[in-house]
């Protein structure tokens, strides 16, 4: 069984619809973070959180929000999607080296279409 | 600011041929990670390779193989006698330490291996 897993693969909706992309990982990693990839912009960081009770706005945070229900669990959800919304979305977990963050390994990824 | 150049955005090659990705980093931090990972076209991302910023030491994985100097900021990736299934989009990705510890991607460079 994959690690760290994305619930949906696909989706497609409509503009104003709320949406929650949910993310698992067996890994026991605290860290975890959400991504968008647009074509030719790369991954960019949308929220992350380095425990439960410590969740933090990343670059690109606006029109979305998170929910860290448990350690292995990180959901993110768009309130009111919008067609610029649509992208490849990843979600990554990491364990700790001392302090900081140890590798990223990512999960299978969302492909989210907002009509 | 942290910042990730992929010069190269697609790369065409017949199979068995030798190829670099080349991957140019800057930061001001002197602490900090390189990674390279793969996107085949099945969309998720694979974590292929960390690297130190204190270990300039080159790598070698089977076919792939890894040139890290500090002294030109850059993180090359050479893959030695390509394959067909070695198709994919290579992202190279700097992290610094503290805040949010996040990710910084380049572009990506599009490999293609011809039969």
């Known amino acids: 069984d994959a690690d760290v897993t994305q619930t949906p693969r696909n989706r497609i909706t409509k503009t104003g619809k709320r949406i929650m992309l949910e993310c698992s990982q067996t890994k026991g990693h605290d860290r975890m973070y959400w991504y968008r990839q647009d074509p030719g912009l790369g991954l960019r960081l949308i929220y992350y959180?380095?425990?439960?009770?410590?969740?933090n706005k990343g670059e690109i945070s606006d029109g979305y929000s998170v929910s860290r229900q448990a350690q292995a669990k990180f959901s993110l959800s768009l309130e009111s999607a919008i067609p610029n919304q649509t992208a490849l979305y990843f979600c990554?977990?990491?364990?700790?080296?001392?302090?900081?963050?140890?590798?990223?390994?990512f999960g299978p990824g969302t492909r989210l279409t907002v009509l | 600011a942290q910042k990730v150049t992929q010069a190269q955005t697609e790369i065409s090659v017949v199979e068995k041929e030798d190829v670099t990705l080349d991957c140019v980093y800057e930061t001001r931090d002197t602490t900090y990670y390189l990674f390279w990972y793969k996107q085949p076209p099945s969309g998720e991302l694979v974590f292929l390779i960390r690297?130190?910023?204190?270990?300039?030491q080159n790598e070698i994985s089977g076919r792939y193989s890894w040139n890290f100097q500090k002294s030109t900021s850059s993180f090359n990736f050479t893959i030695t006698a390509s394959q067909v299934v070695d198709s994919a989009v290579y992202f190279c990705?700097?992290?610094?330490?503290?805040?949010?510890?996040?990710?910084?991607f380049g572009k990506g460079t599009k490999l293609t291996v011809n039969p």
């Open positions: 990705a700097l992290r610094t330490q503290g805040g949010s510890e996040k990710l910084v």
């Open positions: 959180s380095f425990d439960v009770k410590d969740i």
């Open positions: 990554a977990t990491s364990d700790k080296t001392g302090a900081h963050t140890d590798t990223q390994y």
């Open positions: 690297r130190n910023s204190f270990d300039e």
